[in-house]
């Protein structure tokens, strides 16, 4: 896609953290408005493209999505390449998932340049099960340099507001 001028605003933005923590519904609940309850029903997209307007230009986000392989720690270098924008999804219910993203901050690092990265802790709907304060997630972002959001995929909460702002931040780096 480009622009009169022949500029191209086309950005590569992957979706990482364990199994489970709920990457694909966040990414069906943004580009398509859809929630799966039943976690085998993900169908293995390789990504989903959205597009928003900013400053008067379209904008295409291109969000990569596992295929439940890491559940085998076996994301390859591949899924990284490219990418300019990173979303690291926790489930705010199981701390193995929050003990994960620095692995997750790491590898990210190692196979990619990204100008924007957002922590998520994800199902903030599920109050009364929660492992991980709101201040836990967001003094772990501070440390890392990283945006901070809690969203639901269910209920949609901040899952349109997580996104765009990644994106907006890709924009105002690299436009
Ligand atoms: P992924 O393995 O990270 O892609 O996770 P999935 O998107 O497949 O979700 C795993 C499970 O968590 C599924 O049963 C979803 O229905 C559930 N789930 C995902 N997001 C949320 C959420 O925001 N709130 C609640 N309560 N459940 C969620
Ligand atoms: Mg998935």
Known sequence: MTNEEGEEYLYKVVMIGDSAVGKSNLLSRYTRN???????????VEFQTQSIGIDGKEVKAQIWD???QERFRAVTSAYYRGAVGGLIVYDI?????FESVSRWLEELKTHSDT??????????????TRNISVEEGKALAEEQGLFFMETS???STNVRTAFELVIKEIYKNIS
């Open 93 to 97: 219910t199981r701390r193995t998932t």
């Open 34 to 44: 859809e929630f799966n309850h039943n976690t085998k029903a993900t169908i293995g």
């Open 153 to 155: 995929a269910l209920d």
């Open 115 to 128: 100008v924007a990265k957002m922590l998520v802790g994800n199902k903030c709907d599920l109050e009364s």
């Open 66 to 68: 596992t295929a439940g």
